[in-house]
C-alpha cells in the first residue's frame, strides 16, 4: 500500500484543487443570493481538508511516479472526485440519495451529462451552475488524458496520436509530461472557453445561463439548467452558437494548441481526423434532414433541418443538447445518432466513444484484409496520415474494441437482469459508455435516468467511468497482474 | 467472362447433382401419394437441364481453378442453388411469391431454418421433407466450406484450423481438396445423421417426420413440419434425441473424421473447442434453468430444466427449434440465447456465428493486450493448443469479428429504415447472420418470418447468405480488386 503512497500524494493535490474549483459556484451563489454559500464553503472545506490530509499522509515516500501509476491515479481521480462534488447536492436536494448525487457527478465529470434529476428550474442556480462547471473541469481532465496519459500508457492504440502531443515527447516521467501538455491544451481550453460564453451571451442568455451551458458545451457534456434542455431558450441564435462550439469542441485540441503556436489554420485543414469529422457531421445532418421530410415529421424543409442540425449534432458529438424529443422520430433516425456518438468525435477531444481515428485504422485494417485475400504475399502495412501504423498498435486498437462491446454486451445484460425493458437498458448502456447522456425509452431526452433503480444507477455509473478511462485504464486495476511486483 | 467458365462448369455440376437430390422428396411423395411427384420430376428436370446446358456451355475453356475462384464458386452456389430449390415451393403452395420461396430455399440450404410459410401441416408432406432435405444438404456443403475452402482461401482466420482437416493439406489445387476432404467429412456426417434418424424413430416419430427432423437437426436448421415446431410432439425422449444430436451437430466434422481414423475418442476430448464447447452449453442451460425458476415462469425446476435445456441448446447451437414461446420468458433469457448463437459453435460444425475458436483467439488477444500495458518489452505471442498463431491470423480473425459488427449494424439499421420495429429489426439480423432463424417480436419463436415486407424479405436473405460465406466469401466480390486481373 505504502509503494502507491506519490499516487496518493498526487490524489490529495487534484483534490485540493478541486475543492479550490469550488469557490466558482460559490461567488455565483453570493452575487445571485440564492443562499447556498455556507453549503459550498463547507464543501470546499471537507474537499481541501481531506486532499491536504491524504497529501501530508502520503508525502513522505518520495519516488518519481512511473507511466504505469497513471493508471490507478486516472481511475482514483474519476472515481473519488465524484464523491466530493456530490457534496454540495447533498445538501441542498432534498431527499437526493448517495446513489443519485454520486451518478450526477460522476455524470458531470466523466461529461456524460446523464441527469437523475427533474425541476431544475427550482435548483439554487449555482447547484446547477456547479453541475456544469464539474463538466468544465472534467473535460480539462479529458483532454490531458487523452492527448498525454493514455497515448503514454499506450491504451487501446492511442500512442499512434503521439505526434499531436504539445509538450515533451520522450520523456517518460509522468508529472513534468502531464504539466507541459496541460499548459498547452488549457490555454487554447480557456479561450475557446471565453468565445463560446461570449457566443452564448450574444444570443441572449443571461451570464449564469451562459456561463452554465458554455460549461456543458465545452465538455461535451449535455447537461443544462432546464428540465427541457435547449428547447428552454426557443432561439436559433442560441441553437447556432451550440452547433459551432459543440463542433470546435468535438476536434483534437493538440490542433488547436498547433494553431495558436504557429499562428496559421493549417494544421486543422490539414488533419484527416478533423476533416473527417466535419465531413461526417454535415453528411449526418444531410440524411436525417431529408429522412425527417421524406417522413413529414416536418413539413419544412426549414424546421427539419434546424432540429436535424442540433440534435444530430448534439448526439453525434456525444453532448447530448436536445430541442426537441427525438425519441419521437421514426426510430432509424435516433438509432442513426447514437450509432454515431460510438465513434463520431476526434481522439484528444472533450468527447467520448471510440473516436474517429480509431475507426478508421479498424477500416483500414479491413481494407487490407481484403488485399490480402486476393493477393496474399503482397501484405502492405496500414498507415495513417502517410506514417506507418506498427501492428502493435493495430492490435491495441482492436483489444479496445473488442472491450468496447464487451462491456456493451455485459451492460446491458446486467440491466436486462435488473428487470430494465431491452430498449432502455441497451441505449443507456450505449449512452453512458460513449459519455453522451441522453438514450432511449426510459432513458430517452424526454425523460431522464431518474426512474432507475438504485442498482441500475450504480451500474450506468460505473459504465459511464469505464467508457470515460477508455476501458483499459480502469479495467486493467482488476488484473492479479496490476498489484503484482 | 470467359475466364469464369471453368467456375459455371463446376455450378453446372453441383446443379446437376442439386436436381439429383430432388429424387428424394420425389420418392418420398410416391410413397405417400400426396399427388405432387410431377412438380417434382419438373423441378428436376429444369434444375438438372439448366445446370447440365452450364456445365456443356462452359466446359471448353478448361483451366485448372485457382483458390481464389473458390470465392466465386462458393457465392454462386449459395446463391444460385435457392433459386432452383424454389421450384417446387412455388410449384404446389397456391399465392407464394417468389421473394419468399427464395428466402425459404436460402433459410434452407444456409441452414438458418427462418420460415415465411404458415399452415406447415396442410402442405404435402414431401414439400416438408424438401424443405428440410435443403438443410441436411446445406450442411453438406457447409462443412466442406468451413473445413477445406474457406481455411485455404484464408477466411477470417480459419487457417489457424488447417491441421484438422483430413485430405491432402499441401495441394493448392482446389478441386482434389474438396473432393478428398468432402469423402471423409460426408462419411462421418452420413453416419451421424443415420444414428440420429433412428433416434428420433426411437422417439416415437413417424418415417417421414423422423427424416425430415433428422435433416434440419444435422444441419442445425430448425426447419420442422408443424407450426408448433417442436412443441407437436410434446415428448421427452423426442426433445432428448434432438438435444444429443444437436450438440454433436455443433462440433467440428473434422474431429468424427479423426475418431473414425483412429478408432477413439480421444480426439473429442483433447480438443479445447469441443470442450469449451459443452462446457458452455451446460453453463448456459444452467444459468437460464436458475433464472426461469428464480422467476417463477415455471416453478417446477424439472419444467424449467427441461424447457431450458432444449431451447437454449437449440438457440445457441443455431438450430432454432422451439418447445415453449421462450419469446415470453423474461427478455433476460432469449437475450442471452440469441447472444450466444453468435458465437457458441464450433469451427467446421454446421453451426453459423462467429465460432468458439475465433472468439477464444480474440479473447486471448485482448488478455495479451492487458499483459502488454503493464510489460511493453514482453510481449509473447497468442497460442492456441499449444501452437504459436501467427499475426496474420490475429488480423484476419478480427477484419472478421469488424465485419461481423458492421454488417450487423448495417443490417438493422436498412430494416429499421423499412420500418421495421427495433427488436424485430435487431434480432432477425442476428438470427440470419448467425443462421439461427427464429429472432424476437416479430420474427419471434411463435411467429416467423412471414409478415415481414418483399424488400425486407430479401435484406434478411442477403444477411442469411452472408452470414453463411463467412461474409467475405461473399463480399470479396463487390470490391473492384476481384474482378480485375
Ligand atoms: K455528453
Ligand atoms: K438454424
Not at 452575487?31 to 463547507?42: K, M, R, S, V, Y
Not at 494553431?259 to 488533419?271: E, H, T, V
Not at 468527447?351 to 496474399?376: A, D
Amino acid at each position: 500500500m505504502r509503494y502507491y503512497y506519490p499516487v496518493f500524494k498526487v490524489l490529495g493535490g487534484v483534490l485540493m484543487l478541486f475543492g479550490l474549483t469550488m469557490a466558482v459556484p460559490l461567488g455565483f451563489s453570493h452575487f445571485l443570493h440564492d443562499g447556498i454559500e455556507e453549503g459550498f464553503a463547507l464543501s470546499m472545506a471537507i474537499t481541501i481538508a481531506i486532499g491536504a490530509g491524504l497529501f501530508l499522509h502520503c508525502r513522505h515516500l518520495d519516488r518519481e511516479l512511473q507511466p504505469h501509476d497513471g493508471f490507478l491515479l486516472a481511475t482514483l481521480v474519476w472515481t473519488v472526485l465524484p464523491v466530493f462534488g456530490a457534496i454540495p447536492l447533498l445538501l441542498h436536494i432534498p431527499g437526493l440519495s448517495f446513489t443519485d448525487a454520486y451518478f450526477e457527478a460522476v455524470s458531470g465529470l466523466t461529461t456524460t451529462g446523464a441527469t437523475v434529476l427533474t425541476g431544475l428550474e427550482k435548483l439554487p442556480v449555482s447547484i446547477n451552475i456547479w453541475r456544469c462547471f464539474m463538466v468544465l473541469i472534467g473535460g480539462m481532465g479529458i483532454i490531458v488524458l487523452a492527448v498525454a496519459i493514455l497515448p503514454l500508457l499506450g491504451v487501446g492504440g492511442s500512442q499512434v496520436f503521439k505526434a499531436e502531443t504539445p509538450g515533451p515527447m520522450k520523456d517518460d516521467k509522468l508529472t513534468p509530461r502531464i504539466a507541459e501538455t496541460a499548459r498547452g491544451l488549457w490555454t487554447v481550453y480557456f479561450a475557446i472557453a471565453t468565445a463560446c460564453l461570449l457566443g452564448y451571451r450574444w444570443a441572449g442568455m443571461s451570464w449564469p445561463d451562459a456561463f452554465m451551458h458554455m460549461c456543458s458545451t465545452m465538455g461535451l457534456g449535455g447537461l443544462a439548467g432546464y428540465d427541457a434542455s435547449f428547447a428552454a431558450f426557443d432561439s436559433l441564435k442560441v441553437e447556432l452558437v451550440a452547433i459551432v462550439f459543440m463542433l470546435l469542441s468535438g476536434v483534437n485540441f493538440a490542433l488547436y494548441f498547433r494553431i495558436w503556436q504557429r499562428r496559421s489554420m493549417r494544421p486543422l485543414w490539414r488533419d484527416l481526423e478533423a476533416r473527417l469529422f466535419f465531413a461526417l457531421m454535415a453528411a449526418s445532418v444531410a440524411v436525417v434532414t431529408v429522412f425527417l421530410v421524406a417522413h413529414g415529421v416536418y413539413p419544412e424543409w426549414t424546421t427539419a433541418l434546424r432540429h436535424a442540425a442540433f440534435n444530430v449534432i448534439s448526439v453525434a458529438t456525444t453532448t447530448g443538447f436536445a430541442t426537441v424529443d427525438y425519441a419521437q422520430w421514426p426510430i432509424f433516425a435516433p438509432i442513426l445518432m447514437l450509432f454515431l456518438c460510438g465513434f463520431a468525435t476526434c481522439a484528444g477531444s472533450t468527447g467520448g466513444g471510440i473516436k474517429l481515428s480509431r475507426s478508421l485504422l479498424l477500416m483500414k485494417q479491413v481494407q487490407r484484409e481484403f488485399t490480402r485475400l486476393l493477393h496474399p504475399r503482397a501484405v502492405r502495412p496500414v498507415t495513417l496520415g502517410g506514417a506507418v501504423v506498427e501492428p502493435q498498435v493495430l492490435f491495441s486498437v482492436q483489444a479496445f474494441m473488442l472491450v468496447y462491446g464487451a462491456v456493451l454486451t455485459a451492460g446491458t445484460m446486467a440491466l436486462l437482469l435488473t428487470g430494465l425493458d431491452i430498449i432502455s437498458a441497451f441505449t443507456a448502456v450505449v449512452a453512458c459508455i460513449n459519455n453522451t447522456g441522453p438514450g432511449l425509452g426510459q432513458v430517452g431526452p424526454a425523460n431522464n435516468y431518474q426512474g432507475l433503480t438504485d442498482l441500475q444507477t450504480w451500474i450506468c455509473s460505473i459504465v459511464m467511468l469505464l467508457g470515460r478511462l477508455e476501458l483499459f485504464a480502469m479495467l486493467i486495476l482488476f488484473t492479479p497482474q496490476f498489484w503484482r511486483r
